[in-house]
């Protein structure tokens, strides 16, 4: 059984760093890429950020570039967002999820690509 836990959220003030995990088991995520959205209250779930798990090639939406880095740990099944700069807006749950990427050559950005996912960490940037 898959499964995803997000540790790591937390509070911070504007210009402040998190950094989020994300712990994978219960299978091998060699086929799959691993990503990071969040969810504001009110608003639909957004992409963040995404790793494919073999190649390493990383997708980053333009609201977060520069600021957030994206990083894995093929041995321990680890899964990290570095996240520098931070903004009220960026306020949200954060969810870890993975995508199975057998047979595309792109990273997934769309949630219903993913089929597994965490149960979320609270992230909240105050001004």
């Known amino acids: 059984q898959v499964q995803l836990v997000e540790s790591g959220g937390g509070s911070v003030q504007a210009g402040g760093s998190l950094r989020l995990s994300c712990a994978a088991s219960?299978?091998?995520?060699?086929?799959?890429?691993m990503g990071w959205f969040r969810q504001a209250p009110g608003k639909e779930r957004e992409f963040v950020q995404a790793?494919?798990?073999?190649?390493?090639?990383?997708y980053t939406a333009d609201s977060v570039k520069g600021r957030f880095t994206i990083s894995r740990d093929n041995v321990k099944n680890l899964m990290y967002l570095q996240m520098n700069s931070l903004k009220p807006e960026d306020t949200a749950v954060y969810y870890c999820a993975a995508a199975p990427t057998a047979g595309i050559i792109y990273i997934p950005t769309r949630a219903y690509q993913y089929n597994f996912w965490g149960q979320g960490t609270q992230v909240t940037v105050s001004s």
């Open positions: 219960g299978r091998t995520f060699s086929s799959y890429a």
């Open positions: 790793i494919r798990w073999s190649e390493g090639n990383i």
